[in-house]
């Protein structure tokens, strides 16, 4: 594994939205998926709406390894669970400010209990 560089985070942070696919257990790329990304720090999250019942969160269970695009970033990437309580915090707090343009009932869909316990850090792998 790798770090972000610092290109490639700002540029993945000004995207709108990340697009996102697991890989099988063969590994074959599932169907890739558009879904909101934030940054703290050099660390960028997500969070699964639907909670670990997600079909693209299930995925990543598999094998913990997929690829992102967003901001003219393409990468491979391995998705490592987060205790939700170490950055819940500041993760919620990217969310809002980032997302804020949406109405809350929007933005608090990626806020509460079950998409919480469903954070996953996108770390990147050396290619």
């Known amino acids: 594994m790798s ?7 700002s ?13 099988r257990g063969d590994g074959t790329a599932r169907k890739p998926v558009t879904i909101w990304v934030v940054r703290h720090g050099d660390h960028l999250y997500v969070r699964s709406v ?32 987060v205790d ?6 500041e993760i919620d707090a990217a969310y809002r400010a980032k997302y804020r343009r949406y109405p809350a009932s929007i933005v608090n869909t990626v806020l509460t209990p079950k ?10 792998i050396d290619q």
């Not at 770090?3 to 985070?9: A, D, F, G, K």
């Not at 939700?84 to 915090?89: G, N, S, W, Y």
Request: hydrophobic share 40%; glycine share 8%; aromatic share 8%.
């Open 115 to 124: 998409a919480r316990a469903a954070t996953l850090e996108l770390v990147p």
């Open 11 to 23: 540029k993945i942070e000004m995207a709108e939205e990340l697009t996102i696919a697991s890989l």
């Open 50 to 81: 639907n909670g670990s019942n997600g079909w693209w969160f299930r995925g990543t269970q598999t094998r913990h390894q997929g690829n992102i695009r967003a901001g003219g970033v393409a990468k491979e990437v391995s998705f490592v669970s």
């Open 84 to 89: 939700p309580a170490d950055v819940e915090e």
């Open 3 to 9: 770090e972000w560089t610092s290109e490639e985070l």
